[in-house]
C-alpha cells in the first residue's frame, strides 16, 4: 500500500522528527476529506468558483485548527514514545509500556477527541457555507445532519491513516518485547470497527451520487439525499453489518478460544475449516500447527523416557552451548553389589524385573531432589546434582537422595540392596557423542572418584559413602562418621571418606546405612572384602 510504504520511508529516514510528518499527514488528510464533503454540499447549490474557494479555506481552517488540537494532546504521548526509542537498550518494562501507548495510542485519541474535533471543523464550516451562500438560517440545521454521516466518514478514514502512520513505530517496539508478557486488548474490536464504518461509508457513498444524478435542487434536494441516505445506511448497512462481522469474529473467536486450550496444553483441539478463503487457511495454519506441537510433545514425552525429563527439556530448546559447560555439581554413583553372583542364578525375567523395580524407586527419588539420571550402568546409576540445572546445594540434595535410597530401596525394596558414593567437584556437562548420536552427559576426574568411592563401601563395611570434598560443600550438616583414607583405583593420592550416622534409633542395631556383614575385620579395622550375595 502507497501509504504504508511512505510512512516506513520517512520514520527510517526522519527518525525522532516523524513527528512532524506525522502531524503533517494527518492534517493533509483532514483537509482534503473536508474539501471534497464541501464540494459535494456546495454542488447542491450551484455555487461560484471564488464561493467554493473561499468556502473549502474556511472549512480548511477550522480543520485544521480541530486537528491540531487533537494533535498537541497527543504531543506527549509521542515524545514519550520517541525517548524510548532513543534508548539503545531499554528495559521490558520500558517497553511494553511503549508497546502499550503506541497500541492504543489512536484508539485513545479518537475516543477523548473525535467529537471535539468534529465540532471545531463541522460548526463554523456551516455557518461559513451558510453566509457564503446566502441560505436561510433553517438551512444550518440540515447542513448539521449532512455533516453526521461525512463527519463519520472523515473520522474513520483518519483513523485508519493514523493507524498506518504508527506502524512503523510498533513494529519497532515489538520486535524488542520479551517473548512472554500479559497481552491486554485495547485498541478498536473488529465488529465495532464494522459497525461504524459500513453505515457511514453507505450515506456518505449515497450523497455523493445523489449530488452526481442531480442538477442542484437546493436545501429541500440536500435533506431528502441526506435523509434517504441515512435510511439506507441503517437499515441496509446495518443488516450488512450483522453478517460481515459474523463471518469474520466468529472464525477468530473460534480461533482464541482453540489457541487458549493449546496454552493450557490440549494439542489434541481443531478448529473447523468452513470457508475457502483467508479465515478458512488461517483455520488451516492453526490445525497443522497444533497437529505439530502434538507431535512434538510426543517426542517429547519417549524422549522423556530415556533421558531425564529437564534434559530432554534442555535438548529441545536448543539453548544449551554444543562446547558445553564447566560447572561445579555433585556425583552419586549406585550399584548393587554381588550382582553378577545374582544374576548368574535367576531367571532373565527375574532379573530385568528385579532392576527394574530398584531403578523405578531410585529414579523417583532421585527426581525428587532436583538431580536427574546420567545414565543406567548395567546394575549401576550415575546421578547428577547441580545440571542442566544449577543448584547452590547440590551437595545436600545429593546426599539426601543418597539417604533416602538407602531408605527406600535397601529397607523394603524388591531385595537387591544399592550402595552409594557421592563426591563433589568441577565437571564439564554437554552433550557428548558423534555421528549423530549424542548423550548429555558430565566428565571429569570428579566422576571417576565417585564411582571409586562406592565400590570402596565394600572394604569399610558401609551402604554409603561421601568424599572430604561433598561434605565440605554441605549447607545443612548431618552428622558423619570418618573413615579414614583410603587408597582409590587410579589415584595417587588417598581420599579421606565419611559415612553417614544411623539415627539414633538405631544405634546399636542393624542400621540400613551400614552393612550387616558378620565377616572378621581386615588390617586397620575394615572389614575384609565380603562374599557376593
Not at 300 to 318: C, H, M, N, Q
Amino acid at each position: 500500500m502507497l501509504l504504508d510504504r511512505i510512512a516506513r520511508y520517512l520514520y527510517a529516514r526522519l527518525g525522532a522528527g516523524y513527528i512532524v510528518a506525522w502531524s503533517v499527514l494527518q492534517l493533509s488528510a483532514a483537509v482534503f476529506v473536508v474539501a471534497a464533503i464541501v464540494l459535494i454540499i456546495s454542488s447542491y447549490y450551484d455555487p461560484s468558483v471564488s464561493e467554493v474557494v473561499l468556502i473549502i479555506g474556511g472549512a480548511g481552517v477550522f480543520t485544521m485548527l480541530g486537528v491540531s488540537w487533537a494533535l498537541m494532546m497527543q504531543r506527549a504521548s509521542f515524545l514519550h514514545l520517541m525517548k524510548w526509542r532513543a534508548d539503545p537498550d531499554p528495559s521490558d518494562e520500558a517497553t511494553l509500556e511503549a508497546w502499550d501507548l503506541a497500541t492504543s495510542l489512536t484508539t485513545r485519541s479518537f475516543r477523548r477527541n473525535s467529537l471535539r474535533v468534529n465540532a471545531i471543523a463541522a460548526v463554523p464550516s456551516v455557518v461559513i457555507i451558510a453566509a457564503v451562500l446566502g441560505l436561510r438560517w433553517e438551512a444550518i440545521f440540515v447542513l448539521l445532519l449532512v455533516c453526521v454521516p461525512t463527519a463519520g466518514y472523515a473520522t474513520v478514514l483518519n483513523y485508519s491513516i493514523a493507524e498506518f502512520l504508527m506502524r512503523p513505530l510498533i513494529e519497532e517496539i515489538a520486535a524488542r518485547l520479551p517473548e512472554r508478557f500479559v497481552f491486554r486488548r485495547t485498541g478498536l474490536p473488529i465488529q465495532k470497527r464494522l459497525l461504524i464504518s459500513l453505515p457511514v461509508f453507505t450515506a456518505t457513498t449515497a450523497i455523493i451520487v445523489a449530488a452526481l444524478i442531480t442538477e442542484g435542487g437546493g436545501t429541500d434536494q440536500l435533506l431528502l439525499a441526506t435523509a434517504a441516505s441515512i435510511v439506507v445506511a441503517i437499515v441496509l448497512s446495518g443488516e450488512l453489518t450483522i453478517l460481515l462481522s459474523y463471518a469474520i469474529t466468529t472464525p477468530i473467536a473460534e480461533l482464541r478460544r482453540a489457541l487458549s486450550r493449546v496454552q493450557e496444553g490440549d494439542y489434541s483441539v481443531r478448529v473447523p475449516v468452513v470457508s475457502s478463503d483467508d479465515l478458512g487457511e488461517l483455520s488451516d495454519d492453526f490445525n497443522q500447527m497444533a497437529q505439530g506441537l502434538a507431535e512434538r510433545e510426543q517426542i517429547r514425552e519417549a524422549f522423556g523416557t530415556y533421558v531425564d525429563r529437564e534434559v530432554a527439556d534442555l535438548v529441545l530448546s536448543g539453548q544449551f552451548p554444543a562446547e558445553g559447560v564447566e560447572v561445579e555439581v555433585s556425583i552419586m554413583f549406585c550399584d548393587v553389589p554381588g550382582f553378577t553372583s545374582y544374576a548368574e542364578g535367576a531367571a532373565a525375567q527375574e532379573v530385568v524385573a528385579a532392576l527394574n523395580e530398584v531403578f523405578t524407586r531410585t529414579v523417583a527419588v532421585i527426581d525428587r531432589h532436583g538431580g536427574h539420571v546420567d545414565k543406567f550402568l548395567g546394575d549401576g546409576v550415575l546421578a547428577v546434582f547441580g545440571a542442566p540445572e544449577g543448584f547452590a546445594d547440590h551437595a545436600d540434595r545429593a546426599v539426601a537422595a543418597g539417604l533416602d535410597i538407602l531408605a527406600e530401596v535397601n529397607d523394603g525394596g524388591p531385595g537387591l540392596k544399592l550402595h552409594v558414593g557421592i563426591n563433589s567437584g568441577r565437571v564439564i556437562a554437554g552433550s557428548i557423542g558423534g555421528s549423530g548420536r549424542l548423550n548429555f552427559s558430565v566428565i571429569g576426574d570428579v566422576v571417576n572418584v565417585a564411582s571409586r568411592v562406592e565400590s570402596a563401601t565394600r572394604r569399610t563395611g558401609d551402604q554409603m559413602l561421601i568424599t572430604a570434598a561433598t561434605r565440605e560443600l554441605m549447607k545443612r550438616p548431618i552428622p558423619l562418621s570418618g573413615r579414614g583414607s583410603i587408597e582409590l583405583k587410579g589415584k595417587t593420592e588417598p581420599c579421606d571418606v565419611y559415612a553417614p550416622e544411623p539415627p539414633a534409633a538405631t544405634r546399636g542395631q542393624t542400621a540400613s546405612w551400614t552393612s550387616s556383614s558378620d565377616e572378621p575385620p581386615g588390617r586397620d579395622g575394615i572389614p575384609a572384602p565380603r562374599t557376593p550375595r
